[in-house]
């Protein structure tokens, strides 16, 4: 039913790159609903997915990205601009651009670790090609790029596991210093809110797709300090 919550197959396994899928409706500005995906939704600083849907003709509908419908529930692929749209009912394979997906996985895994090396309040961020960014509320200034860098690196290198649970929404209340972001708040709607663990590094609310171990993010430096507000700086890092 195109009324149904999609099946967000991304957050069971963030290494799942491509699954079959039935098309279960369509959008009044051409997007397209399936039944199940692979195709993380916009949301939480990380960019909704992009790939191909192939038809069982042979056909292919690129897909720019995806993003949540109103209802939150639902998951809408959007298509390249003129790409002929499938039926409802058809079977797809849904395949994501996995190279950029995988890259994002590991950028999102890495601030999760700047996090920890920056223990302040998060008030933004965003994860772009490769590289991403976290602001934070720091009273003081005096941040240094390259001692930044050193200490991100050395958790990089424990290739401690990263692994997800889940609590109600009741226990996230109970437990309110779980939540690091002031500006983006943790996903909840159906009675339960997922948690990424770095092992023994750090524990936090967290919709997005991640890398299994701190080892799989690479090299990675921090490219910028900024100033962007009395209390506000912004720090920069990407990979490799």
């Known amino acids: 039913m195109a009324d149904a919550p999609t099946v967000a197959l991304f957050r069971e396994d963030a290494y799942l790159s491509e699954a079959e899928a039935v098309v279960v409706g369509l959008t009044e500005d051409g997007g397209i609903l399936l039944d199940r995906t692979v195709f993380y939704a916009q949301g939480g600083g990380q960019p909704g997915d992009a790939g191909m849907l192939e038809r069982a003709d042979g056909g292919r509908i690129a897909i720019a990205t995806a993003t949540y419908a109103p209802d939150r529930g639902r998951i809408v692929h959007r298509p390249e601009p003129g790409m002929a749209l499938p039926a409802v009912g058809e079977r797809v394979l849904a395949r994501l651009d996995w190279e950029r997906r995988h890259a994002r996985m590991r950028v999102h895994t890495a601030l999760h670790l700047l996090s920890v090396v920056l223990p302040y309040p998060v008030t933004g961020g965003a994860i772009g090609e490769g590289d991403g960014r976290l602001d934070f509320d720091i009273p003081d200034a005096g941040l240094d790029k390259a001692e930044i860098g050193a200490k991100l690196a050395a958790l990089v290198a424990r290739d401690a596991p990263v692994t997800e649970s889940w609590i109600t929404d009741e226990e996230l209340d109970a437990n309110p210093g779980l939540v690091k972001t002031m500006s ?35 090299a990675v430096s921090v490219t910028d300090v900024a100033k962007k507000g009395k209390q506000n700086r912004r720090v920069r890092i990407r990979l490799g």
């Not at 524990?203 to 080892?215: A, F």
């Open 184 to 218: 983006v708040k943790p996903p909840r709607g159906t009675g339960r809110v997922r948690l990424v663990a770095i092992e023994g590094i750090d524990l936090q609310p967290c919709g997005g797709t991640h890398v299994r171990r701190t080892g799989e993010v690479g």
